[in-house]
């Protein structure tokens, strides 16, 4: 009985310093320390390989992750190259539809001939080709965080010179004193229009580079008139133009256009497109010269009213990103 007593003593001590030596050893491992060890035949080795080996493993994880950090900036870095200030050129054509002409004036015959005669003649254009050239400046933001699919929008500035002949031939003045009145004008129209657009654009990486996008600009146009015409077409007056002392006007009117288009990347610096666009040009009115001919009646200034201009076009252009 003795000697159990004695051997589970032993036991006993025995399993309380194991317990001690992993407390100690779990307490240097957790703070970075190179403890002693004891081997199975009771000699000591030292932990300190071991213990670098672990800090080793964690140096290398820690490069990994900024190394992984530095390539995710340097991928948005990349992504964000790609956007900023471009420039572009582009022309197209289309049509003008038709609006109202009014043309008012006053034709001062003698009393004897039943005194001034007030022209007040309406009618209506025909439709008509139009042609145009332009350029634009502008600025594009696109998410830092790359996506197959992002609406992006820009900013831009443009202006473009349009050109066009608008023909009205049936201003026709009611009066009771001739059986008819009637004119048949032209006019030569240029145009310099200038807008601040603004631009929504669908970037979607599944269109291998075709990114559809919508506009809305709104800014202020320059109509100029040069060598219009107005001839008196009944009773007729061959060669007489009613506008032939002063045949040019310009006049300023509001602008405004709605565009949809897309546009293709065919390299990292350069891209085509193509759209369509809606251009809207607010009522304008001119004042043209009085009638100047040896014997003919003498007339005032001829005023000249527009409606509203709409004009259909279509365009193709290209942009350089910087």
Known sequence: MEFNLNKLKSTKENALSFLSYRSLLGSALFLGLAPLTLTA????????????????????????SNEYSSSKREKYKKQ???????????????????????????AFYFEAAGGPLAVDAEGHTSH?????????VGYEWLHRQPSY??????????????????K??????????????????????????ALVNWNLIW????????????????????????HAQATQVAPPEVGVNHFNSDRHAATCVFAAQIKAGARYDVAKYFRLFAEY?????????YTFGSVKYPGHVATSPWTVDFESICN???????????
Request: glycine share 12%; charged share 15%; proline share 5%.
């Open 203 to 226: 970037n979607n990486r599944r269109l291998h580079g075709f990114c559809p996008y919508f506009g809305l600009g709104m800014g202020a146009a320059l109509l100029s008139i040069y």
């Open 80 to 106: 964000d190259s790609s956007t900023g200030f471009y420039i572009g050129a582009f022309g197209g054509g289309g049509s003008s539809n038709p609006f109202e002409v009014t043309q008012k004036g006053t």
């Open 312 to 322: 259909n076009m279509f365009a193709l252009g290209f942009d350089i990103p910087l």
């Open 128 to 136: 008509s080709s139009v042609g145009f050239v332009g350029l634009h």
């Open 277 to 285: 666009r809606f251009l809207y040009l607010s009522p304008s009115n």
């Open 41 to 64: 035949d009771g000699s000591k080795q030292d932990m300190s390989n071991k213990v670098s080996l672990f800090d080793a493993d964690k140096t290398t994880s820690s490069l990994s």
């Open 149 to 166: 699919r992002q609406l992006t929008h820009a900013v831009e500035l443009e202006g473009f010179y349009e050109s066009t002949t608008k």
């Open 168 to 193: 009205a031939n049936n201003l026709i003045n009611p009066t009771d004193r001739l059986p008819e009145h009637q004119f048949k004008d032209k006019f030569p129209i240029n145009m310099g229009v």
